[in-house]
């Protein structure tokens, strides 16, 4: 059971470069997230999807994009890259509804960006 | 919006007790998670209060005060292993079962 799993685990950009950060998760929950933590501090909701085809913004939106074509997948866009962008990049999901008590997140093992 | 705050960081000895305090302001309170997180890993969830009162699985307890919006995870017998930022999260009543995340309280266990 790989539960959900980020790739790139590490990736060094230039100013201006775009890439994309993926996470799947394989355990058909609906609810998915990204988050970013600065160093030192606590973790800030970029996007969120409650199922595919549906996205919303969080926190801290500017200068990413998201989409979900599918429930497994909900890539991270990064366009225009900036020295701000620099964080750990955290995906989770969560199984609203299923029976589950209450609905804690599985995260990813995150994506440390460096934008230089 | 949400406000949680927690301190930044905190120093025990080895089989100690440390209690972690969170409070928070929401406008749609639905749950309380603790979660751990070593450094340069992902969080683990470590506990959840939806009602009031105290909740012990092991060595960690969480208890829960929606009224004072007020929380506290209490680690006991700390082991050197429990070093690590401990975050406090909230959910709203709101759609997409969102966490608010806290800053984070970093503890670190000396011998």
């Known amino acids: 059971n790989a539960g959900v799993t980020q790739t790139p685990k590490f990736r060094i950009l230039k100013i201006g470069q775009s890439m994309t950060l993926q996470c799947a998760q394989d355990?058909?929950?609906?609810?998915m997230y990204w988050y970013r933590q600065d160093p030192g501090m606590g973790l800030k909701l970029i996007y969120y999807s409650v199922g595919a085809g549906i996205t919303d913004k969080g926190e801290v939106p500017n200068g990413y994009n998201v989409s979900r074509s599918t429930t497994e997948d909900f890539p991270l866009r990064l366009e225009l890259a900036a020295p701000s962008q620099t964080s750990v990049y955290f995906c989770a999901s969560s199984d609203h509804g299923s029976g589950e008590p209450n609905y804690g997140y599985t995260f990813g093992s995150g994506t440390r960006l460096t934008v230089v | 919006g949400q406000n949680i705050d927690q301190p930044t960081e905190m120093t025990a000895t080895e089989g100690a007790i440390v209690q972690i305090n969170c409070t928070y302001q929401?406008?749609?309170?639905?749950?309380l998670f603790w979660y751990q997180q070593h450094a340069g890993e992902a969080p683990t969830f470590l506990s959840y209060?939806?009602?009031?009162g105290l909740e012990e699985k092991g060595r960690f307890s969480s208890f829960l005060s929606r009224s004072k919006g007020y929380s506290y995870l209490l680690l006991k017998e700390l082991q050197m292993k429990d070093s690590a930022s401990y975050l406090c999260?909230?959910?709203?009543?709101?759609?997409?079962?969102?966490?608010?995340f806290g800053g984070g309280t970093r503890v670190l266990v000396k011998p």
């Open positions: 209060n939806v009602l009031d």
């Open positions: 355990m058909n929950h609906n609810y």
């Open positions: 999260a909230v959910r709203e009543k709101a759609a997409g079962n969102k966490l608010t």
């Open positions: 929401t406008s749609g309170f639905n749950g």
